[in-house]
């Protein structure tokens, strides 16, 4: 089974995640902010993390960082009602792999989740900035 790992996500969000994947085999964890990304990273591998643009207890920079601790960290996926090509350029530049305009469209999520994970595993990435970036939900979303 894959785990996503979501990061500030409404509680909606999340069990609409959980439902959309389910069929396809993915568990679908949560954080409320960025500290628990930490720990939640310690705890087990993921496959992919998306990530509310605004945090609690910071942004999206914030739990990116925290991927640094993973030998082979997760594709990074940023969502945010006000996805723009600005947010998008930032995220990339970042090590991101991607911006998702919120809610989150399924099956964009559903192909977005399985290239990151085909070209992850194609590249051998041993950080976010070795992943190759989508073609993002942002500018097929424009």
Partial sequence: MK?????G???EAIESLRDLLAREEWEVLSAAGWMQVFLRLRERS???VVCEASLPDGDW???LDELWVCTNPPP???TSRLADSHLWAEV???GGYDVAPYPIEAGELR???EQAGSRKRARGASSPHALVPAAGF????S
């Avoid at 785990?3 to 990061?7: E, F, I, K, S």
């Fill in 61 to 63: 920079r914030d739990a």
């Fill in 92 to 94: 990339l530049a970042a």
């Fill in 46 to 48: 993921y496959h992919a």
């Fill in 3 to 7: 785990a996503l790992l979501t990061v």
């Fill in 9 to 11: 996500l409404s509680v």
């Fill in 111 to 113: 192909r977005v989740l």
């Fill in 138 to 141: 942002y500018k097929r979303a």
């Fill in 76 to 78: 990074f996926i940023v």
